[in-house]
């Protein structure tokens, strides 16, 4: 490619709006064009990035044997209120009606259209498994647009979606993608950290995202330096935390247990408001084994969601005689000796939460163990608490130890660039996907969806490649591999015969390469490269090549280094 046929448009500033550093760069590397809030152009420079991208997606992609199709941009509203979503979705989703009055969605994601592709394809579990994928166009009418291609409203994402005849199938599915995703992020050449993600569902992890690192990121991640443990924010705040300290041991119950136990009650018991937000219970539970001998259970139960909360019920405990805070010794004992932390949530707990009545503003249940200094600050069910606000909930902080024990939690930021999730039959069900199983039942399909925000990385990437130069675009995702800046390309004959020559015999060798033929001085096409951030540079000079070298430069190299003219091609390869 010769820069004087392609599209080079830098500027000095970036535009006022550009917040973060990705944002300033692509604007001023010409990468983008904003046309309206959160909708951009891609300009080739910025489209030859997103096009590398899409490769290396789709090539892992198809590796891991999924099946490209595309589907609409606009879909009729009557597949998304087969769901619930057209409500659901709020005004996010953006809408349009055509010339008949009809309602149709523009795509923000494709659960729905791809439910109805297969519901009607997928007769037979002889079918499955299958996984298709699309790298399609989204549009999110996403409430603050912003930082160009990181939060646009129109953006490019890979979204795949997993089909599978039980619920095996779809963990295989799921793990297939999570780590085609291991090797997508790799060969991007970005760090990156997979972290559980929040689904809603207490125990069982069943959604990972993909973060590139970087300090701009939105999102907090918990990760432990020494094991395996790490979690978004969200995510790690669902998991059970107490505070340090014993909670005052009460008595809740004597026997006769009740089946199910009234907040009012508990309340009434310990004097107590309800209406206040708390997040888990450690309850010990002390009964008679079938020897009649004294025995004592710790449980802990973990509250979350929005939904609000009247009453915990108690599954049939044999011999139950009380029923009352733990102490922190029990804690300890229970879940180890990690202070501040108990470990994963007890699944096993035979404590149900039931929220089939309301009770005003009462969002979440009951931690005895919650004082001032502790994790949940200001967000204790007690007497004469003040009535407590999400933001004063410090959950996770930095040295706390990992629900794993194997060490203390390390926090940094991330972007989310990748999400996958295994979804059940939850739309199959809705939409009566079902197919027919090995005895000639019909069973709803298990599925699996799978996301990467395309245009999001360029972002990403920049916000953890760049210096005051300008982008530093990892090799594989770079605009152009190699800039060749011939000096005095319009006068020098001989400058301008090695230059093409090195433009010809590179090309050959299949490298990305350009040649700025554009006669700039080199301050200002020096600036424009490193602006843009083509990873490696090779200057093309009279002097050196009167003796026989050439000078290259790493992006971030401090100064260049000659190479002999006949050894280049190999030493770019
Ligand atoms: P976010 O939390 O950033 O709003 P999300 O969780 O809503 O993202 P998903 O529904 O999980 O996004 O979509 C899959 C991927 O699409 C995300 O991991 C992200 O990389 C990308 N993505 C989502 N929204 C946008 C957007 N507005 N602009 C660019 N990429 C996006
Ligand atoms: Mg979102
Ligand atoms: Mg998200
Ligand atoms: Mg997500």
Redesign the pocket.
Known sequence: MRASRFFISTLKEAPSDAEIVSHKLMMRAGMIKRLGS?IYTYMPMGLKVIRKVEAIVREEMNKAGAIELVMPFVQPAELWQETGRWDKMGPEMMRVKDRHGRDYAIQ??SEEVVTDVVRSELKSYRQLPVNVYQIQT?F?D?RR?RFG?????????K?AYSFDKDIEGMQKSYTAMFDAYTKIFSRFGLKFRAVAADTGAIGGSFSH??HVIAQTG??ALVYCPTSDYAANMEAAEAMPLIAQRAAPTQELFKAPTPDTVKCEQVAELLGLKLSQTVKSIALTVEKEDANGRAVKENWLLLIRGDHELNEVKVNKVPGLAAFRFATEAEIREAYGTVPGYLGPIATKAKVNVVADRTVANMSDFVCGANEEGFHFTGANWGRDCPEPQVADLRNVIEGDASPDGKGVLAIERG?????V?QLGTAYSEKMEATFLDESGKPAPLQMGCY???????L??AIEQNFDDKGIIWPDAIAPFEVVLAPMGYDRSELVKAEADRLLAELEAAGVDVILDDRGLRPGSMFADWELIGVPHRVVIGERGLKDGNLEYQGRRDEAATAVPVADMVGFIK
């Open positions: 959160g923000p994601t989204k999110r996403e647009p291609l990181m939060r646009g409203r129109e953006f490019t994402m979204d995202e993909f939105e999102d972007i989310e660039v990748g999400h999730f996301g990467i925000g395309v245009t999001r990385i972002g990403a």
